[in-house]
C-alpha cells in the first residue's frame, strides 16, 4: 500500500479502491477472482501486478493494477511482472487481455510501458472519469488463441 500510496498518479479513492481488491484476493485467493504478483528486492515490495479473469467473458482478463515503487522503476521490474501475469494468463487460456487508463499526461509513461508490451489502444471514451479525462482502454491480443470459438 506504501508502493501505491507514494505513487502520484494514484488519487486517494484509486487507492483505497486498490487496497479492497488485494484484501479481497488475499481473504479468498480461489474465490476472489483476482491474482496477484509480487516483485521483491532485498526481501522488500518492489511492486506488483493484479490481474483477473473478465466475468462472463470467455478467454478475456483484465490487468487491474500495476505499479513499481518509484525508486525501482527502470530496472526492468514492471516488464517482469507484466510477462510474468501475460504467462499465467496464457496459461489459463488467455486470448485477449485489457488495461483501462486515464489520457492524462500523467499517465504518458504508463501508455508507453503497455504498448511496449504488446498493448493497443482499442477504445476512447471521452470525459470518462472527469471533462478532459478520457478513457482508454488497451488491448493486447494472445498468440494462437481464436477469437469468437468455442472452446478458446
Known sequence: MKILRNTPEFKPFEVTVAEEVIDSYLHDLDGSGYYVLVAELDSAVAGFICYGPTPLCQGTWDVYWEVVDREQQGHGIGGALMEA???????????????????????????????????????HLPDFYQPGDDKLILQKRFKGKQTGKQGD
Not at 501475460?86 to 486470448?95: C, F, I, L, V, W
Not at 509513461?109 to 482499442?122: I, L, M, P
Request: net charge positive; proline share 3%.
Open 85 to 123: 501475469a501475460a504467462t499465467e494468463m496464457g496459461k489459463a487460456g488467455a486470448r485477449l487481455a485489457f488495461i483501462e487508463t486515464s489520457s492524462t499526461p500523467a499517465y504518458d509513461k504508463a501508455r508507453r510501458f503497455h504498448t511496449a508490451h504488446g498493448y493497443e489502444v482499442v477504445a
